[in-house]
């Protein structure tokens, strides 16, 4: 656990670095030493990239130190920019012409150089004298990984200094209000759900300077949802119109302005419209699966459930459970009316029936009571196989076994001779497909039998014969 101390240290450098003010210029340039002429003039870098042997007179110290920051440049008119400010420190030798300074930026790979020349008299006077070179002309980026070298020109194997810098990033306030790649603005929307339309209006960015919006989802980025739009900066209208198919919670706004490495503003509003994720169900009849896949990102649990008919409410079946990681897929699965998918968020449990609609075959249980026995056969579109036994509901949705399980075929019967005890309010017959993975298990309930005053002593209470009858009761 972090102790209070540095807890408090923390913060106290996260405050700084948030409001650490940068120094302003209103031009870029060299300096030198105060009696020491200097000039620079762009380089390649190429020319003094290979090393010499330092004379022996020549000592490895001869380049003392090196210092980096950022300056702000602000011209009136035009919008301020970010410069490093590197500062130097030679000590003169005869052997030395002047000094190389390069940056090297390891986000763009560019690399910028300037070389500084010393105008002084051949004379032995100045040899040892230290000049503190100063140049701010590198223009450099918000948030920039920059890597700088100072080498002696010649260029002496061993003579040369080097340090890496992190630019600061759209989190500094200095930076935030005047580099134009952090002045991401301010974005205002409108929603007309019947046009599925987003009526997006931008302010507080820079006049004059072109303005990008875009629809996208988010995922590990924001992902393309249509063409981007393009708020003209000599417009006086700043709005544009965006089209929607879906109102999805990773659906966003984005707007940015149009410079390279502008910094993107985002509003993702719809993060509560959860609904229409869950209508992308796909049941493909030949391969009889069923199969999931969200149009977000999104935590949550997908269970396959019986739906029932007395309150609506959705039982899930054993086994089906399964967290979403990507896309979720049932094989082999029953196209009964009541199997259900069952998605359940932080934020509740929706239900969708994929086979509500009698657009795919559904099988019907039939049962007719003769005496002791009870007649169980099923109807169905498609060859499928079933289960029959005998339960006692001792829940809604709990069925205890109370008799042996039987097979039967569609077309076929089976007979299951009952007791007194086995015909009441609690006993059921339940039936369900065995031929599937997945299948919602129906019950014909509340089994009244025609017994006209027969009495049964130890006779098993579960016996089965296959044979086809007309029906009394169904369900399906």
Same mark, same amino acid.
């Given at each position: 656990?972090?102790?209070?101390?540095?807890?408090?240290?923390?913060?106290?450098?996260?405050?700084?670095?948030?409001?650490?003010?940068?120094?302003?210029?209103?031009?870029?340039?060299?300096?030198? =030493?105060?009696?020491?002429?200097?000039?620079?003039?762009?380089?390649?870098?190429?020319?003094?990239?290979?090393?010499?042997?330092?004379?022996?007179?020549?000592?490895?110290?001869?380049?003392?130190?090196?210092?980096?920051?950022? &300056?702000?440049?602000?011209?009136?008119?035009?919008?301020?920019?970010?410069?490093?400010?590197?500062?130097?420190?030679?000590?003169?030798?005869?052997?030395?012409?002047?000094?190389?300074?390069?940056?090297?930026?390891?986000?763009?790979?560019?690399?910028?150089?300037?070389?500084?020349?010393?105008?002084?008299?051949?004379?032995?006077?100045?040899?040892?004298?230290?000049?503190? &070179?100063?140049?701010?002309?590198?223009?450099?980026?918000?948030?920039?990984?920059?890597?700088?070298?100072?080498?002696?020109?010649?260029?002496?194997?061993?003579?040369?200094?080097?340090?890496?810098?992190? &630019?600061?990033?759209?989190?500094?306030?200095?930076?935030?209000?005047?580099?134009? /790649?952090?002045?991401?603005?301010?974005?205002?929307?409108?929603?007309?759900?019947?046009?599925?339309?987003?009526?997006?209006?931008?302010?507080?960015?820079?006049?004059?300077?072109?303005?990008?919006?875009?629809?996208?989802?988010?995922?590990?980025?924001?992902?393309?949802?249509?063409?981007?739009?393009?708020?003209?900066?000599?417009? =006086?209208?700043?709005?544009?119109?965006?089209?929607? =198919?879906?109102?999805?919670?990773?659906?966003?706004?984005?707007?940015?302005?149009?410079?390279?490495?502008?910094?993107?503003?985002?509003?993702?509003?719809?993060?509560?419209?959860?609904?229409?994720?869950?209508?992308?169900?796909?049941?493909?009849?030949?391969?009889?699966?069923?199969?999931?896949?969200?149009?977000?990102?999104?935590? &949550?649990?997908?269970?396959?459930?019986?739906?029932?008919?007395?309150?609506?409410?959705?039982?899930?079946?054993?086994?089906?459970?399964?967290?979403?990681?990507? @896309?979720?897929?049932?094989?082999?699965?029953?196209?009964?009316?009541?199997?259900?998918?069952?998605?359940?968020?932080?934020?509740?449990?929706?239900?969708?029936?994929?086979?509500?609609?009698?657009?795919?075959?559904?099988? @019907?249980?039939?049962?007719? /009571?003769? /005496?002791?026995?009870?007649?169980?056969?099923?109807?169905?579109?498609? @060859?499928?196989?079933?289960?029959?036994?005998?339960?006692?509901?001792?829940?809604? /949705?709990?069925?205890?076994?109370?008799?042996?399980?039987?097979?039967?075929?569609?077309?076929?019967?089976?007979?299951?001779?009952?007791?007194?005890?086995?015909?009441?309010?609690?006993?059921?017959?339940?039936?369900?497909?065995?031929?599937?993975?997945?299948?919602?298990?129906?019950?014909?309930?509340?089994?009244?039998?025609?017994?006209?005053?027969?009495?049964?002593?130890?006779?098993?209470?579960?016996?089965?014969?296959?044979?086809?009858?007309?029906?009394?009761?169904?369900?399906?």
């Amino acid at each position: 656990m972090i102790s209070i101390h540095i807890l408090i240290l923390l913060i106290i450098l996260f405050w700084n670095y948030d409001c650490h003010i940068i120094p302003r210029i209103e031009e870029c340039g060299l300096s030198c =030493s105060q009696g020491i002429h200097c000039k620079s003039k762009p380089s390649s870098g190429i020319f003094n990239s290979f090393c010499h042997s330092a004379p022996a007179s020549l000592s490895s110290m001869v380049l003392k130190s090196m210092k980096i920051s950022t &300056v702000i440049k602000c011209v009136q008119g035009s919008p301020c920019s970010l410069h490093l400010n590197i500062k130097g420190t030679l000590s003169l030798d005869e052997n030395i012409r002047g000094l190389e300074i390069c940056s090297f930026s390891l986000d763009t790979q560019r690399s910028q150089c300037t070389n500084v020349r010393f105008a002084r008299k051949k004379s032995k006077i100045l040899n040892g004298k230290k000049v503190q &070179v100063q140049f701010n002309c590198f223009e450099v980026n918000v948030a920039q990984h920059i890597y700088v070298t100072m080498k002696t020109v010649p260029n002496y194997c061993e003579v040369k200094m080097s340090q890496e810098y992190y &630019v600061e990033d759209c989190r500094n306030s200095d930076v935030g209000k005047h580099i134009p /790649a952090c002045l991401a603005g301010k974005l205002d929307y409108n929603v007309d759900r019947t046009r599925k339309i987003i009526s997006v209006n931008v302010s507080n960015f820079l006049r004059d300077q072109d303005y990008y919006i875009r629809l996208c989802h988010k995922w590990f980025t924001c992902e393309d949802v249509g063409q981007f739009a393009v708020v003209r900066g000599k417009d =006086s209208l700043k709005s544009v119109s965006l089209k929607y =198919s879906q109102l999805l919670p990773c659906l966003c706004i984005e707007g940015w302005l149009a410079i390279p490495d502008a910094r993107r503003l985002q509003l993702c509003p719809f993060e509560n419209d959860t609904t229409a994720l869950w209508d992308n169900i796909v049941y493909n009849p030949v391969t009889q699966t069923l199969a999931w896949e969200p149009a977000c990102p999104v935590l &949550v649990i997908v269970n396959l459930c019986r739906l029932m008919k007395s309150n609506d409410h959705c039982e899930d079946i054993q086994d089906s459970s399964k967290r979403f990681p990507e @896309k979720v897929k049932y094989s082999r699965v029953d196209t009964h009316p009541r199997l259900c998918m069952k998605f359940t968020t932080k934020q509740g449990s929706w239900v969708k029936c994929p086979f509500a609609h009698g657009e795919f075959p559904a099988w @019907k249980m039939r049962t007719a /009571a003769v /005496a002791d026995r009870i007649q169980v056969f099923f109807t169905s579109q498609t @060859k499928a196989h079933f289960s029959v036994l005998v339960c006692n509901r001792t829940q809604l /949705a709990s069925c205890e076994s109370v008799g042996m399980r039987h097979s039967v075929s569609v077309g076929d019967s089976v007979s299951i001779t009952m007791s007194r005890e086995m015909c009441g309010s609690t006993i059921c017959i339940q039936g369900w497909r065995t031929d599937v993975d997945y299948s919602v298990p129906l019950q014909i309930c509340d089994i009244h039998c025609g017994f006209r005053g027969q009495t049964y002593g130890n006779e098993n209470p579960a016996k089965a014969m296959t044979h086809r009858m007309k029906s009394v009761h169904s369900l399906h």
